[in-house]
């Protein structure tokens, strides 16, 4: 049970960490002196759902995927808080640019598969 609590955390997390980007205007940032939710209980009914059906989805991948996903995760929470806020407005300003300069960034950063 204790795995699965942690897995649903990660996931609750990755939900969160996705909304809030997706739901902050463009060149905002997160206001002093707010957290982000930090659980189940702090979650609305659509971070929930969402959070629901991630950990759903998880469940469901081969288990060296769910281990590298474990381990990002573990790596994105052992950054300093000024380090994730530069990757969230990163990743916003991406989410901004037009579909074919997307793919163009996506297919310049694929790593090429392990042989």
Not at 4 to 26: E, F, H, N
């Amino acid at each position: 049970m204790r795995l699965r609590d942690g897995l649903m955390t990660i996931l609750v997390a990755c939900a969160i960490a996705g909304s809030t980007v997706a739901q902050q205007p463009q060149g905002t940032e997160h206001p002093k002196g707010t957290e982000h939710p930090k659980g189940w209980t702090d979650l609305g009914p659509r971070e929930r759902y969402r959070a629901l059906k991630n950990y759903h989805h998880h469940q469901q991948l081969p288990q060296e995927h769910r281990e590298t996903v474990e381990r990002n995760y573990e790596r994105w929470q052992a950054m300093p808080e000024h380090e994730r806020n530069r990757i969230r407005k990163n990743y916003e300003k991406f989410r901004q640019l037009p579909p074919a300069q997307r793919d163009r960034l996506r297919q310049q950063h694929q790593t090429p598969p392990a042989k």
